[in-house]
């Protein structure tokens, strides 16, 4: 098995606003880390909702794991981090638009704060290639 971890951000996703890269793959293992629903053409967020921002996140994803030869039916985790918990159903919707029939495990966690502004939620998610 491959031990060696590769890194990397695509072209068409966001620019991490910190010293990382969005994803880490090992062997068939990937992980993707905290990502908003920032639009990569503009750089600015996808709206001022929930819904928009869960929808791009998920966009982001599927170029993501698109990169790295996997796909969101190959998600095994994702977590969830909500600025505002009443924004649970609407980011929800999004979801279930985004994803399809594929559920995988999920985590959503409240926090008190994120670190740029106007950003509703972030996502990281664990996956593997097929």
Do not use: C, W
Not at 49 to 73: N, W
């Amino acid at each position: 098995m491959q031990t060696k971890v590769e890194t990397s951000t695509p072209p068409g996703t966001p620019t991490p606003i910190g010293p990382y890269n969005h994803i880490a793959k090992v062997g068939p293992f990937i992980s993707i880390g905290g990502t908003a629903g920032v639009d990569p053409a503009t750089g600015q967020l996808a709206g001022p909702d929930v819904a928009a921002q869960t929808r791009q996140i998920l966009k982001s994803f599927r170029t993501m794991l698109r990169s790295v030869g996997s796909d969101l039916d190959h998600v095994l985790h994702i977590n969830i981090f909500l600025l505002e918990m009443s924004d649970f159903d609407a980011m929800n919707r999004a979801y279930i638009e985004g994803m399809g029939d594929h559920r995988p495990a999920r985590t959503v966690i409240g926090v008190s704060e994120l670190p740029k502004p106007g950003v509703r939620l972030t996502m990281n998610l664990t996956a593997v290639a097929p």
